[in-house]
């Protein structure tokens, strides 16, 4: 998979958050869970048709013999009542059926792109999980290092054997670490194999800006769903209303004889045709508008809602890489002073003040460090990409 490259990144900065080539990641879906999307894209464009046509009445055509005491009778017969006009609801229900297509449109989206949220993010952990393994297995050799230490001194007579006790104790911890560190890496590894397209190897990671505000709450897929809801809910009112309104309706009836011995009848056709004008009388009429109305403020204060939702849940984010960020600096700055120290270090092991074990520690430790700020870096990118994964 092949990811956009992009300039690093400066929290202060804001700037277009770029996509995935290759239609926004997809490709690392496997082909199963794609082919499920679009059965369910197709799904709702034939549903959105059907719902065009709800307007439109069934031809009726039926075929009968009937058989009397005095004579027989073949005949079919065809029937037609079309309403032409619903007092605006014909219209409404067309925009209804659009609004329910984009509607449903962009739910099938914010699943896609949950999967893949959910896809790529199990990506950056197991990334995470290698770099926690090297960052524990250094963490081991400190432990076991200490230990060679503890136990010279132990032996010397400089430290008592709680020291080395506490010591072996420590070097467990960091293995059972490692141990629990391994079973999650297989684990995890297991579950991105059941809906990605291949190994996790073979995936380039993401490498993602920081969007400004504006841009995402523009391009909230959230919002526009909250918004389609509207915009249906206030078509579906206006079709309700509509439909305790008069209705004018052409009307044809066409029936043709194919056998009979009836007398009366005199001709092997007719037909009949005309307008009808209906309108309902129900105790139910205001109740029912009502409710329907209420639907539709009720999907207004949705909309007002998730605009808040989704302005704190930014906010929320923002927050957490700034917390990143910092935590980042402090583990650079931590490599800094190991490297100085390193340096003093290996001049006093060259003058024979320091041993090899010193040495080894440090550098261990400079490189425990150098792990984290790659660590706190795809944690950042893991939050970036969840902003990504909610906009269109």
């Not at 963490?139 to 230490?149: G, M």
């Not at 560190?181 to 993401?206: H, M, T, V, W």
Request: proline letters at 2%; aromatic letters at 10%; hydrophobic letters at 35%.
């Amino acid at each position: 998979m092949h990811f956009q490259k992009l300039t690093k990144f400066c929290l202060p900065i804001f700037i277009t958050l770029p996509v995935f080539l290759n239609a926004t990641g997809e490709e690392i879906l496997s082909k199963q869970r794609l082919d499920l999307f679009k059965y369910s894209q197709e799904q709702n464009e034939e549903s959105s048709a059907k719902l065009k046509k709800d307007w439109i009445n069934q031809v009726i055509f039926s075929y009968s013999k009937s058989y009397g005491e005095n004579y027989d009778t073949t005949k079919s017969m065809v029937s037609i009542n079309q309403p032409i006009f619903k007092s605006g609801g014909i219209y409404k229900a067309i925009k209804y059926a659009n609004a329910s297509y984009d509607y449903n449109d962009i739910d099938i989206e914010i699943q896609k792109k949950e999967l893949i949220k959910n896809a790529v993010t199990m990506l950056f952990n197991l990334h995470i999980l290698d770099l926690n393994i090297k960052k524990a297995q250094l963490q081991l050799d400190n432990a076991q290092i200490d230990i060679i230490r503890k136990k010279e001194q132990v032996l010397n007579g400089f430290l008592d054997t709680s020291y080395l006790d506490n010591a072996i104790l420590e070097a467990n911890k960091v293995k059972n670490s490692l141990l629990d560190l391994k079973y999650q890496k297989r684990e995890l590894d297991y579950n991105f194999s059941s809906i990605a397209s291949g190994d996790y190897l073979s995936f380039e990671l993401p490498r993602l800006n920081l969007t400004d505000e504006r841009s995402y709450i523009n391009n909230s897929l959230e919002l526009k769903k909250a918004t389609n809801d509207m915009k249906q809910k206030d078509y579906f009112s206006d079709m309700t209303v509509a439909k305790y309104l008069p209705t004018v309706s052409a009307t044809l009836d066409y029936t043709k004889y194919h056998e009979t011995d009836n007398p009366t009848i005199t001709d092997d056709t007719s037909k009949t045709y005309g307008i009808s004008v209906s309108m309902p009388f129900d105790v139910r009429t205001f109740n029912d508008i009502q409710t329907q109305k209420l639907e539709y403020l009720k999907s207004k204060l949705t909309l007002q809602n998730t605009i808040l939702e989704e302005e704190n849940y930014y906010k929320t984010k923002l927050a957490k890489i700034e917390m990143l960020n910092q935590k980042k600096k402090v583990a650079q700055d931590d490599y800094q002073l190991y490297e100085s120290l390193l340096k003093i270090i290996i001049e006093e092991k060259n003058a024979e003040v320091k041993t090899q074990s010193d040495v080894d520690t440090l550098s261990n430790s400079q490189k425990i460090k150098s792990i984290e700020v790659e660590i706190y870096k795809l944690q950042e990118q893991i939050e970036l990409f969840d902003i990504y994964s909610k906009m269109s």
